[in-house]
């Protein structure tokens, strides 16, 4: 077992491939599982959308949100996700992880701040139609995702010191990064349909 506070490299072998395996298999589960939850918001938009009962799918004279503000958001998101997952494979004991995660958490708190402040300043109530239902809520829960995994980032950079559990277990670390990937990933096909063809 590995002594809290020691600077030597890692787990014993054994221990460090049963920990890379446990949380291999633990991150795609988890995955798995999201891509459904997620997957249910998008059947709720195909619905609606197909069945437009009394055309309440889109109300005429209803606001849209912007594009370019929510342009902004995915981006910030996505460029914190590759970022992490590109350092990440460097290695999480390099000093370019050290300077560049940093980097990463920054960004992936201002998508979240801008993405509060838009969900703040949409335009519509929520019963205004089956778009601004389904829009609300697809966003909110992606919002609150993304803000667990922005702290869980956090979490991260902060233990990056040489005794910490970024450095000590750095398969977790980098395991973090298909997580944030994932996320970038519903943030492209949330933008898609929220935004373009809706």
Request: proline share 3%.
């Amino acid at each position: 077992m590995a002594v809290r506070g020691r600077t030597s490299d890692v787990l014993p072998e054994t221990e460090r491939a049963l920990d890379a395996h446990v949380i291999g298999v633990g991150v795609w589960l988890f995955l798995a599982a999201d891509l459904f939850f997620f997957a249910g918001w998008w059947f709720s938009y195909f619905y609606l959308r197909a069945l437009d009962n009394n055309n309440a799918w889109i109300i005429a004279g209803l606001t849209r949100p912007n594009k370019a503000y929510g342009l902004v958001v995915l981006i910030l998101a996505a460029a914190s996700a590759v970022l992490y997952w590109l350092t990440s494979r460097v290695g999480v004991r390099s000093m370019l992880f050290g300077l560049l995660a940093p980097v990463s958490l920054v960004l992936g708190i201002a998508a979240c701040l801008f993405q509060g402040y838009g969900m703040w300043h949409l335009g519509f109530g929520l019963t205004q139609g089956g778009y601004p239902s389904v829009f609300a809520g697809l966003t909110t829960s992606w919002l609150i995702e993304l803000v667990f995994a922005v702290v869980w980032l956090a979490t991260v950079v902060v233990q990056a010191r040489p005794a910490g559990d970024t450095t000590l277990r750095p398969y977790a670390a980098g395991s973090f990064g298909w997580i944030l990937l994932f996320l970038a990933a519903i943030g492209v096909i949330n933008y898609i349909l929220l935004y373009l063809v809706a």
